[in-house]
């Protein structure tokens, strides 16, 4: 997305906030026959503002009443189009970038993908967001249940970015001792947080079982936890053919972390000590 924006631009953005400021009653007007700039601004809007009403009126139609803001609608100085941008929901993400950091990175690369397909530009995304409105439509979806797919797509991305941002938060309490970090409270914590800050190992023990994964690093200098095969197999251990992955029981296969052979303090005894000696080898270093 544009780091610098023009002046039209600003006056959109201006008039984005102006609305968001407001008070109930609202509504959000976009054209009818939805495309994808217009399902997924008017389902941004949506999320931001719930109690909006939400109408589908004619492209030509002219936006006066203060309450209502207009997206992807050309007439009138209610509106927004972003052509500067490229839509006009690369513009509300945009906006939203000094209000809610969030909600900006959860939406960007949709706010980019979208900036380049609604300006007539190719799009190498594998799922791009204008041929998910055309399956919609192709289901018999119409205006509203292509926007209420929309909505639903846009507010399961937030709460994942803000999930993400919570799991970021809680991996820096985690311990990390000579490379190794254990996690068996059960909290959700993206491995890739852990190893972000240095992790080598990660260890987990909770409802669904036990678990040891390694770092790409790890994997890129060739080690793997296909080494420990004849410590772990045994005890009925799965170990995945790429060496990363070691496990007994997961989510799509619970266990019970108390029949896999190991205590956790064994689990990481015994790996602490196997990292090490790639340590002293020389193939890994450790923080």
Not at 239 to 254: D, M, R, T
Request: aromatic share 6%; hydrophobic share 40%.
């Amino acid at each position: 997305m544009a780091k610098k924006t023009t002046p039209s631009t600003d006056k959109e953005i201006e008039r984005f906030h102006a609305w968001l400021a407001t008070e109930d009653p609202l509504s959000i007007a976009t054209h009818m026959y939805v495309d994808a700039d217009a399902a997924f601004s008017a389902a941004l809007l949506s999320v931001l503002k719930p109690k909006a009403q939400v109408v589908f009126v004619s492209a030509d139609i002219e936006i006066e009443d203060s309450r209502t803001l207009g997206v992807d609608l050309s007439n009138g100085d209610r509106t927004i189009k972003g052509l500067d941008v490229g839509s006009a929901f690369g513009l509300l993400v945009l906006g939203m970038k000094s209000i809610d950091p969030p909600i900006y990175r959860a939406l960007r690369s949709w706010a980019f993908q979208l900036n380049l397909t609604d300006s007539g530009k190719g799009c190498r995304d594998a799922v791009v967001l204008a041929e998910l409105v055309k399956a919609w439509r192709s289901l018999g979806m119409g205006d509203k249940g292509c926007f209420k797919r929309a909505k639903e797509l846009i507010e399961g991305k937030i709460k994942s970015e803000r999930s993400n941002m919570k799991q970021k938060e809680l991996a820096g309490k985690v311990e990390i001792n000579n490379g190794v970090a254990v996690i068996s409270n059960g909290q959700k914590i993206r491995a890739g947080h852990i190893f972000k800050r240095g992790a080598k190992v990660l260890i987990r023990e909770s409802e669904v079982g036990h678990s040891i994964m390694i770092s790409k690093e790890m994997s890129r200098k060739g080690i793997k936890l296909s080494e420990l095969s004849p410590l772990l197999e045994p005890k009925g251990w799965f170990i995945h053919p790429e060496g990363f992955l070691a496990c007994y029981g997961s989510v799509k296969a619970p266990k019970d972390h108390s029949e896999s052979g190991f205590k956790l303090s064994e689990i990481e005894y015994f790996i602490s000590t196997w990292l090490l000696s790639h340590v002293k080898s020389g193939s890994i270093k450790v923080q």
